[in-house]
């Protein structure tokens, strides 16, 4: 999700830091000053995976756990809570990673902001909190492809109850015909809401035209059955009006067990073998370090390591250690350890961009561009947990196909999972946001988001060299298929024939900015090229195939294959990128991980 340029006073959200109580617990940010040096769990990484797993394993009070994160501790972070600010914690913040991408070729060259969280929580507690599960297609291509029924839809689906609790909304308004409950959870760790300040003017236009243009964008009542085709209300990852995250809904209940270690601040350099088993080598050792002068710290797991870096820190470890392509890992200097060519490799993304109009209203946030204003919203959410700052970016959106009989698929195969399955995605915001042009001055304006929901392009993680605290070399290869640049200018042609209905007349004055130029195929074509970004969902580097295949990187039940006592759980493993926001698969996926895992050593 790209970043909104609006004006909010970071100085005034800390002088009420001290209003939101922290927890305590085995919180460490020295690996020397840690008690033991052997855990039956070691994992890597504290973003949804890491933290959904070291939350079930410590349910069992006989087993102990190690979680080493790399970033800050989120318990003081009070950007972290407001829905509103997600914008303020990417992409250059110390909230992240800081990763840029190589230059695009096919986006005219242009380097991009690559964040990813690096904060207890990991992206969890940065991302735009939408909570969007996908399709039966998405899950049921899984399977079929890792011939597993067990990541089926059907099969994850009471994953997906396990890990939410659906909560009314910060507005306690009437959700009658926007959600529908039977679909969800209602005991899990992590709060799921529907949109808490409602901006009638705005998102009832966008009702509106779902049934003037119901052919084209039907309303879906509620998006997360499996089958999310149309236009319907956003459900986030927010409860009673602050962000519900990894680390909020798993890591922090499970802080006062006195079988979890965390260790914060600490970058884990390689995983190290520990023994061999038959001609397999184990895989159960961890080196880390503090910060490059450091001495590095080795600790080590009599059961496994559970690698949940993500799908950049998952694949950068990896190759470090020695796994991956001997070749070009060992023209680094690096000993080959698993000669695994897939590490790395399969790198896919959302890829998105945004265009605004100037409109006829005084109700968009745009009024945030002026302090006294942001000022009284900021004291509304600290005094009651209400108003504009506990939502996220946009209350409605949209999930849509390109028309079968379109000449696109006379030309290039359709990369989508299924019939079900959307080519592209729209985010409606009630105000002006970009990622390539400044806010504008005065003028109150709506946004529309068109992100590519089934790219067919395909990019690397890749080393620059062997030094563990310099980052990857990281290319999304975004629009480098002739389907993708044909299939993002097919979204956004949609997205104008969206705005030209009845319900927008009298509401936009007029295209804003460079996109009021665009109207020829090569016209789109060069806007999209200069103005697409990420909408930070990378997946599939480190895949999950069958087991009978020299393809992937990992088996079915997530081992690493080739090894013994290495477990990934992290976006990297999925083959296919969802056509969704990753997060809530994310959660199911881990939850079904605890629970193989557990299995594999009752």
């Not at 991408?101 to 096919?106: D, E, N, R, Y």
């Not at 395909?458 to 044909?486: C, K, Y």
């Not at 976006?571 to 605890?594: C, D, G, T, W």
Request: hydrophobic share 40%; net charge negative.
């Amino acid at each position: 999700m790209a970043r909104k340029h609006v004006h909010i006073s970071i100085i005034s959200i800390f002088t009420f830091i001290g209003a939101i109580a922290t927890v305590s617990g085995h919180m460490y940010t020295d690996p020397a000053s840690l008690p033991i040096k052997t855990y039956d769990y070691i994992i890597i990484g504290a973003g949804i995976g890491g933290s959904v797993i070291a939350n079930r394993l410590t349910e069992d009070t006989n087993v102990n756990v190690l979680v080493i994160e790399a970033g800050i501790s989120n318990e003081d972070e009070v950007l972290t809570r407001i829905p509103f600010v997600a914008p303020q914690l990417s992409p250059y913040t110390p909230y992240t990673w800081n990763y840029t991408t190589i230059p695009q070729k096919a986006c005219n060259n242009r380097t991009m902001p690559f964040p990813r969280g690096r904060i207890l929580g990991g992206s969890s507690s940065i991302n735009f909190m939408m909570h969007t599960r996908g399709s039966v297609d998405d899950f049921d291509r899984i399977a079929c492809a890792t011939m597993d029924e067990s990541w089926s839809w059907t099969s994850l689906f009471p994953y997906f109850l396990k890990s939410e609790m659906l909560v009314p909304p910060a507005d306690e308004h009437d959700t009658a015909g926007q959600v529908d409950p039977a679909l969800h959870g209602h005991l899990g760790s992590l709060f799921v809401s529907l949109s808490g300040y409602s901006f009638p003017g705005f998102d009832g236009r966008v009702v509106k035209t779902t049934k003037e243009l119901e052919l084209e964008f039907p309303f879906n009542t509620d998006m997360n059955s499996g089958y999310p085709l149309g236009i319907g209300y956003t459900q986030s990852t927010i409860g009673s009006g602050e962000r519900s995250s990894a680390a909020t809904a798993y890591l922090e209940p499970a802080l006062e067990r006195p079988n979890l270690d965390i260790l914060i601040h600490t970058t884990v350099t390689n995983i190290v073998q520990t023994g061999i088993a038959g001609h397999l080598p184990i895989l159960r050792g961890v080196r880390c370090a503090t910060d490059p002068s450091a001495s590095p710290v080795s600790f080590e797991a009599s059961r496994e390591v559970i690698l949940s870096a993500g799908a950049i820190g998952t694949p950068h470890i990896l190759l470090l250690s020695g796994i991956g392509n001997s070749t070009e890992i060992g023209a680094l200097g690096i000993e080959p350890l698993l000669d695994i060519p897939d590490v790395g490799r399969n790198l896919v993304d959302h890829p998105i961009i945004s265009f605004s109009y100037l409109v006829n209203s005084t109700a968009t946030f745009d009024d945030l561009r002026f302090p006294g204003v942001a000022a009284e919203y900021l004291t509304q959410w600290q005094d009651t947990k209400t108003g504009l700052y506990v939502d996220g970016p946009g209350n409605l959106l949209a999930w849509l196909r390109i028309p079968d009989d379109s000449p696109i698929f006379n030309l290039h195969f359709d990369p989508s999972a299924g019939p079900h399955s959307p080519h592209f995605e729209f985010i409606f915001t009630n105000g002006f946001v970009s990622f390539t042009e400044p806010s504008p001055p005065n003028g109150s304006y709506m946004t529309i988001f068109v992100a590519l929901a089934s790219p067919s392009s395909r990019g690397a993680v890749t080393l620059e060299n062997a030094d563990p605290f310099s980052a990857p070399r990281i290319d999304p290869a975004f629009l480098e298929t002739d389907f993708d640049i044909h299939a993002m200018r097919a979204a956004v042609q949609s997205a104008k024939r969206f705005v030209n209905s009845s319900a927008w007349a009298d509401y936009i004055i007029a295209p804003h900015g460079a996109w009021a130029e665009v109207t020829t195929d090569d016209e789109f074509d060069q806007y999209i090229r200069d103005r697409t970004a990420s909408e930070w969902h990378p997946v599939g580097t480190a895949a999950m195939s069958a087991c009978d295949t020299g393809a992937g990187v990992v088996s079915p039940n997530l081992s690493v294959k080739g090894a013994v006592g290495l477990r990934i759980v992290d976006a990297s493993i999925f083959p296919f990128l969802p056509a969704a926001h990753v997060q809530a698969s994310l959660y199911a996926i881990a939850e079904r991980a605890a629970d193989i895992i557990k299995y594999d050593y009752a």
